[in-house]
């Protein structure tokens, strides 16, 4: 199994208070993502990084931020959470443009009260 | 835009019986790959294959097969004598190779029930 943890693994929070998951990677690959699972819609990609401060958005970035300081660790900040985005976060890691599969860590799941 | 779907949101079959997973998908790139991947109830994504749009070849792993047809833009997953193990949320992916496409893009998923 790919190296990659991500931390905390559940959490609770109030509207309007930030938030930063982490996520976890000892297998050195360049390219980090972040995805949110909500019911019905499978995972949709929230931002991804294809290097040290290297990141971009994807489909659902609004309301989010990323930093990517060390190739092993890759933050998701909610500045300011809402309830929708009560969700399950799932980090994931590809070796490179060329070596496309990614593998995914186990979660977090967050709830906004 | 690409897109991916999955047609079939749950599925029931009992012990021993094979059962398919529908994913059809739509992308305007000529290269592109398509990816499985297994949910269990345990909340883990875990790989299962991937298949690039220039290898048509159908694929078998043990109790487990993909077919993989462009002319129908399809890549269904077949399960052969279904185990109560094999319960969980299976996913269907794509991805490009130009532009916004390079991301990979998930059908909603099939929610596959073994019965005993």
């Known amino acids: 199994d790919a190296g990659i943890t991500q931390s905390p693994r559940h959490k609770v929070t109030e509207t309007g208070t930030p938030v930063t998951l982490r996520c976890h990677q000892t297998e050195n690959h360049r390219y980090m993502y972040w995805y949110r699972q909500d019911p019905g819609h499978g995972l949709r990609l929230i931002h991804y990084s294809y290097g040290v401060k290297d990141t971009d958005k994807g489909e659902v970035s609004d309301g989010y931020s990323v930093s990517r300081s060390k190739t092993e660790d890759f933050l998701l900040t909610l500045e300011s959470a809402t309830s929708s985005q009560t969700s399950v976060y799932f980090c994931?890691?590809?070796?490179?443009?060329?070596?496309?599969?990614?593998?995914f860590g186990p979660g977090t799941r967050l709830t906004v009260l | 835009a690409q897109k991916v779907t999955q047609a079939q949101t749950e599925i029931s079959v009992v012990e021993k019986e094979d059962v398919t997973l529908d994913c059809v998908y739509e992308?305007?790139?000529?290269?592109?790959?398509l990816f499985w991947y297994k949910q269990p109830p345990s909340g883990e994504l875990v790989f299962l294959i991937r298949r690039n749009s220039f290898d048509e070849q159908n694929e078998i792993s043990g109790r487990y097969s993909w077919n993989f047809q462009k002319s129908t833009s399809s890549f269904n997953f077949t399960i052969t004598a279904s185990q109560v193990v094999d319960s969980a949320v299976y996913f269907c992916?794509?991805?490009?190779?130009?532009?916004?496409?390079?991301?990979?893009?998930f059908g909603s998923g099939t929610q596959l029930t073994v019965l005993p």
């Open positions: 992308t305007r790139d000529t290269t592109y790959y």
């Open positions: 994931a890691i590809s070796e490179s443009e060329q070596v496309l599969t990614q593998f």
């Open positions: 992916a794509l991805r490009g190779i130009s532009g916004s496409a390079r991301q990979l893009t």
